[in-house]
Antibody, heavy 119, light 107 residues
Framework: EVQLLESGGGLVKPGGSLRLSCAAS????????MSWVRQAPGKGLEWVSS????????YYADSVKGRFTISRDNSKNTLFLLMNSLRDDDTAVYFC????????????WGQGALVTVSS | DIQMTQSPSTLSASVGDRVTITCRAS??????LAWYQQKPGKAPKLLIS???TLENGVPSRFGGSGSGTEFTLTISSLQPDDFATYYC?????????FGQGTKLEIK
């Protein structure tokens, strides 16, 4: 059974940093691209960042480029999102998602980690 | 960046109705489109990939069609469990994007 378990969410002040982790199990993590998708309270889904299976290619939404860094450790089946210079509008539930069959759709989702940016 | 626009934003319907949700892309995305269902407080669930390929376990009353810039999600006979919010997502470009969502409400 595929499982994606996010951790590291919490309350942080504007300008602060936070690192999210996503522990993956039940599939060959090293063979699939991974992404982070977020959802602000009461709002729709927003793609944040993606990383290829090898970790060699990374992509970011304009809203987070230069502030967030996606990475992965294939030896530990773990995906990361380092978030710096956090702003109020980064407040959201952050979902860890796996890419289906090496494509860009998201077949498995974690339960989400809440990040609240507030003074 | 590719912009995705869904319509309507809200849809009121009754059990047994046939409903259609439309998703338009700002440029051609071939058939690289997925549909998701999300219920309150839950993670989204993948329903359809590549515009019309139903995921395992998704009821056959769900159907997807389209290519290029215009796509539809159809539910042939609404069931109580189908009242939720639906999102389309393009994956033609590595800079993925979602539609704004369509909330399907009980009339």
């Amino acid at each position: 059974e595929v499982q994606l378990l996010e951790s590291g969410g919490g309350l942080v002040k504007p300008g602060g940093s936070l690192r999210l982790s996503c522990a993956a199990s039940g599939f060959k993590f090293f063979s699939f691209g991974m992404s982070w998708v977020r959802q602000a309270p009461g709002k729709g889904l927003e793609w944040v960042s993606s990383i290829h299976d090898s970790g060699n290619s990374r992509y970011y939404a304009d809203s987070v480029k230069g502030r967030f860094t996606i990475s992965r450790d294939n030896s530990k089946n773990t995906l990361f999102l380092l978030m710096n210079s956090l702003r109020d509008d980064d407040t959201a539930v952050y979902f860890c998602v796996s890419h289906g069959a090496a494509e860009g759709y998201f077949d498995y989702w974690g339960q989400g980690a809440l990040v609240t940016v507030s003074s | 960046d590719i912009q995705m626009t869904q319509s309507p934003s809200t849809l009121s319907a009754s059990v047994g109705d046939r409903v259609t949700i439309t998703c338009r892309a700002s440029q051609s995305i071939s058939r690289w489109l997925a549909w998701y269902q999300q219920k309150p407080g839950k993670a989204p669930k993948l329903l359809i990939s590549e515009a019309s390929t139903l995921e395992n376990g998704v009821p056959s009353r769900f159907g997807g069609s389209g290519s290029g810039t215009e796509f539809t999600l159809t539910i042939s006979s609404l069931q109580p469990d189908d009242f939720a919010t639906y999102y389309c997502q393009q994956y033609d470009s590595y800079w993925y994007s979602f539609g704004q969502g369509t909330k399907l409400e009980i009339k």
